[in-house]
C-alpha cells in the first residue's frame, strides 16, 4: 500500500541525539496511529490520533513524543532514546478510528539505537 | 484481556501445496478478526477481515479465511501457494477503545511463511 508514506527508513542515533519519525498519509483518513514492532515481541500500538487528537498513549515512555498537526501528517520526535528502543516503527492511518476500519501501514523507519 | 496467538512460528511449504496458518484469539464479546501479510521491508498489507456473516471470508492474493467461534480460531488458508507469498503473516483482533474514541489491534506474534520451489 503506498498510500501511507514514512521518512526515513532507516535512521541510526545515539542516545543523546534528538530525532523525528515522519508519517503521511495520502488516503484523506482521519485517524493515525503509531506501532512498535521489535524482534522478540509482537506488533504493539504506541499512539492513536483522531482528527488530529491524541485518543489514547499505550503507557508510552516520555522519550517518545508524537505530533499530529494535520490529519495527513504524523511525527515521532525521539530523545534520550535506550538500545532496546530498536526496532521497526509503522505507522498506519484509517478512515476513522472506529473498530471496524482497516488500517493502513507504511513501509517503517528501521531505528537502531546506539 | 484480549489476546491472539499463532501457534507456528515458522512455517515452509512446497509450491503448489496448500496452506494453513493456524490463529486462536481470546476476546470476550464478537470479535472483528484481521489478516495481514508483511514482505521484508514492507509495511504490513491487509489480506482480509471479518465482522459478522458468513463466516468464510474471501480476500486478496486467492486467501480466504474461516471464522469458527466455537473453536475460537480465524485460520488462514490458500490452496496453491506461490513463491512470492514468501512472508511473515500476523492476525489481529480488533475492538473499540477508550469509549469508541480508538481502534485498538492485539496483534499475533505472526507467521514467518518459506516456500521452497
Known amino acids: 500500500e503506498t498510500g501511507v508514506t514514512q521518512t526515513p527508513r532507516h535512521l541510526v542515533m545515539g542516545m543523546t541525539n534528538k530525532k523525528s519519525l515522519k508519517c503521511e498519509q495520502h488516503?484523506?483518513?482521519?485517524?493515525m496511529y503509531w506501532y512498535k514492532q521489535s524482534a522478540k515481541k509482537p506488533l504493539e500500538l504506541m499512539f492513536v490520533?483522531?482528527?488530529?487528537?491524541?485518543?489514547e498513549n499505550n503507557s508510552v515512555p516520555s522519550r517518545f513524543s508524537p505530533e499530529c498537526p494535520n490529519s495527513s501528517h504524523l511525527f515521532l520526535h525521539l530523545h534520550t532514546l535506550q538500545p532496546e528502543d530498536s526496532a521497526l516503527y509503522l505507522c498506519?492511518?484509517?478512515?476513522?478510528?472506529?473498530?471496524?476500519?482497516?488500517?493502513?501501514f507504511g513501509p517503517g523507519t528501521r531505528l537502531t539505537v546506539l | 484481556a484480549q489476546s491472539v496467538t499463532q501457534p507456528d512460528i515458522h512455517i515452509t511449504v512446497s509450491e503448489g501445496a496448500s496452506l494453513e496458518l493456524r490463529c486462536n484469539y481470546s476476546?470476550?464479546?464478537?470479535?472483528?478478526l484481521f489478516w495481514y501479510v508483511q514482505s521484508p521491508g514492507q509495511g504490513l498489507q491487509l489480506l482480509l477481515k471479518?465482522?459478522?456473516?458468513?463466516?468464510l471470508v474471501q480476500g486478496i492474493k486467492g486467501f480466504e479465511a474461516e471464522f469458527k467461534r466455537s473453536q475460537s480460531s480465524f485460520n488462514l488458508r490458500k490452496p496453491s501457494v506461490h513463491w512470492s507469498d514468501a512472508a511473515e503473516y500476523f492476525c489481529?483482533?480488533?475492538?473499540?477503545?477508550?469509549?469508541?474514541?480508538?481502534?485498538?489491534?492485539?496483534f499475533g506474534g505472526g507467521t514467518r511463511l518459506m516456500v521452497k520451489p
Open positions: 498506519a492511518s484509517s478512515q476513522t478510528a472506529g473498530v471496524g476500519d482497516t488500517q493502513y
Open positions: 471479518y465482522f459478522s456473516g458468513d463466516t
Open positions: 476476546y470476550g464479546a464478537t470479535p472483528y
Open positions: 489481529a483482533v480488533g475492538r473499540p477503545w477508550n469509549n469508541n474514541a480508538g481502534n485498538m489491534l492485539t
Open positions: 488516503l484523506g483518513h482521519n485517524a
Open positions: 490520533y483522531n482528527f488530529k487528537e491524541q485518543t
